[in-house]
């Protein structure tokens, strides 16, 4: 199985921060990794795909990049709709796996 | 715009059989794959398995010898079934549409998940 692992598990911040988080492939995924975000009680939301490509409808203000094991995902000015858990997700493998997640709160 | 809907019994007894039926509405089941996935109160993501519209499967090795996943294209439908249940299995499970480049006969999963159903909590419990 290929391993993921996201740092921070959670971070604190102010609206209008810069916030970075960081995910980690056990192996080489290429740039087969996704990102997505989960607010309490609701599904999970797809932001990033295929490393750094935005998905339809999400702000620009999410960007993402890496390619091999090391992936990031940046928000550029948190706004109070974001604070949430953001989980990567590799596809590389027929077997999926997701990081386990970095809960992002209010400072 | 195409939407997912789970169903299914929110209770089910340990040693039995959880059934759900992934429900697609605003656009057609065919040419994709889709997939289930579960996420246990308070923990994260985990997969399950996915099935192409044509029937093929894969599924997660760690639940494969208890997992079914079947698709009714004449019913824009795909189901779950997950055998002897224990508690370890009460979640919400959630069903997706896994979006893919196909060419040249191989499809390749670059476009993540990117239709979620909202989620249905099952609870395994005598």
Redesign the interface.
Known sequence: DIQMTQSPSSLSASVGDRVTITCRASQSISSYLNWYQQKPGKAPKLLIYAASSLQSGVPSRFSGSGSGTDFTLTISSLQPEDFATYYCQQSYSTLYTFGPGTKVDIK | QVQLQESGPGLVKPSETLSLTCTVSGGSISSYYW?W?RQPPGK????IGYIYYSGST?Y??SLKSRVTISVDTSKNQFSLKLSSVTAADTAVY?CARDRRYCSGGSCY??????V????TTVTVSS
Do not use: F, H
């Open positions: 997939s996935i994260g993501l985990e997969w894969n997660n090795p959630y999963s670059v476009y993540g998940m990117d979620w159903g909202q989620g």
